[in-house]
Structures are given as C-alpha cells and as structure tokens.
C-alpha cells in the first residue's frame, strides 16, 4: 500500500485542520487505518484508529473530542478532522496502514505494528 498525506499547515490555537490520507496500490478497505505524530524531540505516538469498514474509531486522549477520524473506501481515502488546536499537537502526523484480520491481538497504539506510512504532513499550532 502506498500512502500519500496531504492537509498539513499552520494555524493559530483553536484553529481547525483537515488531514487526507489516499492509498493506491492494494484493496483500501481490507485496511485498518491509523494517524500517529511525531512531536519535536519525541517519539512517534498514537492519535487515532479506524477499522477498515469505518465502524470503530479509537483516539489517543490527548485528541480525543477535538479530532474525528473517518474513511471513503470508494475514494482510498483516510481522513483526520482536528478542532480546537492545540500548540501540544504541533507535529509531523503520518497515516498509517495495517492488514485488517478477524482476529487480531496486535498493540495497535504501538507503531511498529503498522505496516505502511506515508510521508507525513507537518501541522504547526501557534499560540
């Protein structure tokens, strides 16, 4: 899977953006989807999760209220809705991909168990 983020930029505290994220390359909906963001100085950590048929969403609490995360598998595409941003959210933010499984015991909040990125889109918060 291949996967391009979009959507980054800057904004003032309380501000909105809008992340995308389109796949190519495989069958979009046979993947679970997720965004993490690497912080200056910190390591890459989890913000939200969404199942490959779009049914069940997880958030990191640190966005969780501010920030929606959805999917068109018609258009291969993740998306990541944050409101009331914060100068804390200031951050590379990359999708992620994962083979969806029936059964799947996996830490999902733990990177490593993705297996594709994107670049990254960076999105800076000013206070």
């Known amino acids: 899977v291949q996967l391009q983020a979009s959507g980054g930029g800057s904004v003032q505290a309380g501000g909105s953006l809008r992340l995308s994220c389109a796949a190519s390359?495989?069958?979009?909906?046979?993947?679970?989807m997720a965004w993490f963001r690497r912080a200056p100085r910190k390591e890459r950590g989890f913000v939200a999760s969404?199942?490959?048929?779009?049914?069940?969403?997880d958030y990191a609490d640190s966005v969780k209220g501010r920030s929606t995360i959805s999917r068109d598998n018609a258009k291969n595409t993740v998306f990541l809705q944050m409101d009331s941003l914060k100068p804390d959210d200031t951050a590379v933010y990359y999708c992620g991909a994962r083979r969806a499984y029936s059964r799947d015991f996996a830490d999902l909040y733990n990177s490593l168990n993705w297996n594709y990125w994107g670049q990254g889109t960076l999105v800076t918060v000013s206070s």
């Open positions: 390359g495989r069958t979009f909906s046979n993947y679970n």
């Open positions: 969404i199942t490959s048929s779009g049914t069940i969403t």
